[in-house]
């Protein structure tokens, strides 16, 4: 397993999230909450951008583990990832609102990927084999993987609950921090 996707022993943190034009009193949630949402949700929406600026979302499985969301997609936001790699992932989960804001890499190798497959095999009963770097359906089906690490995630408590609202910061690693100083994001 490559180092950057060992678990980070150090939880990230919880700050007052600034929405609807103003900071929430906040932070009321803890991150076990939000944890817990993202491992648990059936469905997900991943959010990129096409290369001439338009946003495309796409609802699809996925698995939150070691402090990051894995999933496999044969759609053209794979494309668009490898022009803009940002991009944001939201639950489907109820009123409760969790959203990941990150970068999105693809991921290469067999031991790698199988965090993917073991996951969706538990998840979701659905088996996936490994091939080629992708990821393959007893149907045919055949998708890159791909792992979005987290810069920050916000949530808050039913759709109403904005008072709740908390923002996640995760620790980066120097050359993530660069980049991020880089592009003022």
Not at 72 to 91: I, K, M, T
Not at 160 to 185: H, V
């Amino acid at each position: 397993m490559t180092a950057e996707v060992l678990k980070n022993t150090q939880e990230p943190t919880g700050t007052s999230a600034f929405i609807f034009n103003q900071t929430a009193p906040g932070p009321t949630k803890p991150w076990s909450w939000a944890e817990n949402l993202l491992e648990s949700a059936p469905t997900y929406w991943l959010v990129t951008t096409s290369p001439d600026g338009d946003p495309h979302s796409r609802p699809l499985w996925g698995i939150w583990q070691r402090d990051n969301f894995w999933f496999s997609s044969q759609n053209r936001c794979g494309g668009f990832l490898e022009v803009n790699p940002r991009a944001s992932v939201n639950l489907q989960v109820g009123e409760d609102v969790v959203m990941i804001e990150g970068s999105c890499s693809r991921v290469i190798g067999a031991d790698d990927i199988s965090v993917l497959t073991e996951g969706v095999g538990v998840k979701y009963d659905w088996e996936l084999s490994i091939s080629e770097d992708r990821v393959h359906t007893r149907f045919g089906q055949s998708a890159p993987v791909f792992r979005l690490t987290p810069e920050r995630v916000y949530g808050w408590a039913g759709i109403a609950g904005w008072e709740s609202a908390t923002r996640w910061d995760f620790p980066r690693s120097q050359e993530t921090g660069m980049a991020t100083q880089q592009t003022g994001r």
